[in-house]
């Protein structure tokens, strides 16, 4: 019976993606504005429902093959959050889709876009996280939990799935900015092949520098090791210096129409997000933690699991990074990019990062267990924090003054964050010029495309 109702929960799964695709698909033909009643609507909240309703029987097949405690308020708990999981995501995915892809939406039509993808996005995230807890009260979930699954001979580390799905993140929020900008897609595209390949083997290398003759790690007697980053062992910063540096070269030679300044206030902030999503295969690998403590019981009950090592529950720094991160890219988006727009330059949003990240590791790397402090004494990564401080401060500085000398005459694009809306780029008049010396300016400095007014452009 158990087993029955999985294949038929997931079947239904199945049909659901299948009715969102088909929305989807349909929004393209449909007339304009979008009706609820129309066939589109129809599809994607159908498919939504179905999502939901297939995750629901999915989990009550798994609690009767497996014979799970019959503890009713628990069972209740998991059931509603796999309905809730399942048909939030559908509605998110829908929200999402129309958001981003679907071009001249009117301002109702993005503003209900917008609410379906914000929050169909919070309520799948809430079900997952009671999912989780739900399945853990009746114990269907053995901790610590697996940090790799195989598919065949080939084993599949959770660790390097959180880091792309980062990358993945980061790129398609830089890979929209632009599509919506400049109506050109693939402009960042093979920006993120190199420099994110070039981030995995320069995270790689800056750690096994920092480790070499680290009791804890195995590379000085077994050379081997230092080519397996999929089981851990990489180092944010050094996947920065070594991807950004690559990745900056290939913008210069093969996008050198384009504002280095302004890439560089669209890519590094969101590294932070890539950084977020990151943290969690630390999770899985039961790293980046703190002392032992007993007041974190607020937490949901499988972190709580999950972080218990040695038989403490240790204080989960890898979750307060992440969100800290999550909180450090929209205040340098909004805080910074869009409430001082009047003040700032193009790069400092981007110089903003590494500010951001120095105080963060600043605070967070003397919280941590001393035994996974990078080098001999533990204080690699601690020093490194206030040369990043430094870095930030002194290239914001350096920015200003070198536009406040080097140009009589300048103007400068604001980037202003876009989330399933056209892009708003700000030209704004800093000093006051004749319109011989702005037209030479503007050759300079500005952007390719779009008319540009001397004062303002959006």
Sequence with gaps: MG??????????????FSAIFLG?????????????KSLPAILLGSGSGGLGLGMLLTYLGVMVRDSLPMHTGYRFLTLSAGLVLGAAFGVFLSGFYILYFVEDLNKEEKRNAKIAAIGGGLLALAGLIFSLDGFTYLDAITYPLVYRFNIGPLAIYFYALFILGGALLAWFITEQYYRRKYKKKGIMENVFYVSFLSGILGARIWYVVGNWNHPNEPFKNDFLTV????????????????GALVGLTFWMIRRKQYSRGEVLDVVLPTI????????????FNQEVYGATTSTWTFLPVFIQKQMTIDGEFRVPLFLIESLVNIGGYFMIRYAIGKGLKNLILPGDQGFTYFLWYGIV????EPLRDPKYNMGETG?????????????????IVANHLWHHFHHSSWEKVVVLPNYGKQVEAQTITIKEADVENNQTNNNELHLEGGEQDSEEEV
């Design 379 to 395: 204080n690699w990564s601690s020093i490194q924090a206030y040369i990043w401080i430094g870095f930030g401060l002194l290239a």
């Design 3 to 16: 087993l029955a109702l999985i294949i038929i929960g997931i079947l239904i799964v199945i049909a659901g």
């Design 227 to 242: 080519f397996q980053f999929w089981r851990g062992g990489l180092t944010i910063i050094g996947g920065l210096i070594f």
């Design 361 to 364: 590791r600043a605070i967070m």
């Design 24 to 36: 989807t698909r349909a929004l393209k033909s449909v007339e304009r504005p979008l009706s609820i």
């Design 272 to 283: 932070l997000l890539a950084q977020a999503i990151g943290r969690w295969g630390n999770f």
